[in-house]
């Protein structure tokens, strides 16, 4: 049945493709029907980790001895001027909201057949500050967790996890003053609703790790809670 509704539509996208032309997030170049966001030929240049059937792995090695997880994954790895790059750099700079949404339902649709992932309860981005979030006009992490959400067919929010603080621009500091500087800077909401739930924090480059430790340990105030990470990049 849905083959033959997949038949009959086709002629009908691809005639929408003549005049509303899909183009890839990456080269803005045209899509072809198979083609979702990305086309095959960016695709291609893009380095999957598949760090999220690796137990351990190095996004799980970086967290080791800071907090406990149940799991932690990166979708690709990072690489300076590579395509990847582009993209987070037009996600968080360039007003591409769209670029989160299709990574995450990219990765989502690998992370949904895979456990623990595959027993998530909420998807919880880290959250921007919402200074930065006024400036920016989203929070690419959302973005992300909301693409995610969609192919995995799980629900995420951002009202749980909140930014209490609003710390100074994080590039300019060591690791350790990273991470005294976002160790009291997030707060839960509605915390007996996250009570002995599997929760899957989400961000975009995973790079010393500090923030992503300061909020699973925020959510480890939680009783009886479980936590797994998931990022687009990890940073070397
Ligand atoms: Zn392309």
């Not at 909020?215 to 105030?221: G, R, S, Y």
């Amino acid at each position: 049945m849905l083959e033959l509704l997949k038949k009959a539509v086709e002629p009908v996208l691809n005639l929408a493709d003549l005049f509303y032309p899909r183009l890839c997030l990456a080269c803005q170049e045209k899509l072809v029907s198979a083609e979702t966001s990305i086309c095959i030929r960016c695709d291609y240049k893009l380095t999957p980790t598949n760090y999220h059937r690796i137990n351990p792995n190095p996004v799980l090695e970086r967290f080791w001895g800071r907090v406990e997880l149940e799991h932690a994954t990166a979708a690709y790895s990072f690489n300076k001027g590579g395509l990847l790059q582009h993209l987070i750099h037009q996600l968080k700079y360039e007003n591409k909201p769209q670029i989160g949404l299709e990574l995450g339902k990219m990765y989502g649709s690998l992370l949904k057949e895979v456990a623990p992932y595959n027993t998530v309860d909420y998807i919880i981005p880290v959250p921007l500050h919402p200074k930065k979030k006024h400036l920016r006009g989203y929070n690419q992490a959302a973005m992300i967790a909301k693409g995610l959400a969609l192919s995995m067919e799980k629900q995420w929010s951002s009202a749980y996890l909140i930014r209490t603080d609003d710390t100074e621009t994080q590039t300019k500091k060591s690791r350790l003053d990273r991470f005294s500087n976002v160790e009291h800077a997030f707060g839960i909401h509605k915390k007996a609703a996250l009570e002995g739930k599997h929760l899957l924090l989400v961000d975009d480059v995973i790079t010393t790790g500090a923030t992503l430790e300061a909020c699973a340990q925020t959510l480890l105030e939680v009783d009886k809670v479980k936590i797994s990470l998931a990022a687009i990049a990890l940073a070397n």
